[in-house]
Nanobody
Framework: QVQLVESGGGLVQPGGSLRLSCAAS????????MSWFRQAPGKEREFVAA???????YYAGSVKGRFTISRDNAKNMVYLQMNSLKPEDTAVYYC??????????????????WGQGTQVTVSS
């Protein structure tokens, strides 16, 4: 069973950068899709970015060009590099993993494993 733990969140000024990490207690199999979601106060959980085993990535339009997802299966880690942060990026960020399924990658209910989240606050 895979256990995911996020870290790296905190308070950052608009325009700043932050790097989130997600550590797995067990091996993340190469065929798993790894993704980041976020949830702001009063809003539903929102898809942010996804990384497939073959190297492909996909981003929500709101973060495209600013965020970069990466993974290191040998270290059982997945990362989210966030640049040019905006106040609207403020949310609890979660990493998630799923086995290959036909469901859209942005569907939170399709993910089998979740971390407990790390708070990111973008404010002056």
């Amino acid at each position: 069973q895979v256990q995911l733990v996020e870290s790296g969140g905190g308070l950052v000024q608009p325009g700043g950068s932050l790097r989130l990490s997600c550590a797995a207690s067990g091996t993340i199999f190469s065929f798993y899709t790894m993704s980041w979601f976020r949830q702001a106060p009063g809003k539903e959980r929102e898809f942010v970015a996804a990384s497939w085993s073959g190297g492909s990535t996909y981003y929500a339009g709101s973060v495209k060009g600013r965020f970069t997802i990466s993974r290191d299966n040998a270290k059982n880690m997945v990362y989210l590099q966030m640049n040019s942060l905006k106040p609207e990026d403020t949310a609890v960020y979660y990493c998630a993993a799923r086995r290959p399924v036909p469901t859209g990658v942005d569907a939170s209910k399709s993910y089998e494993y979740w971390g407990q989240g790390t708070q990111v606050t973008v404010s002056s």
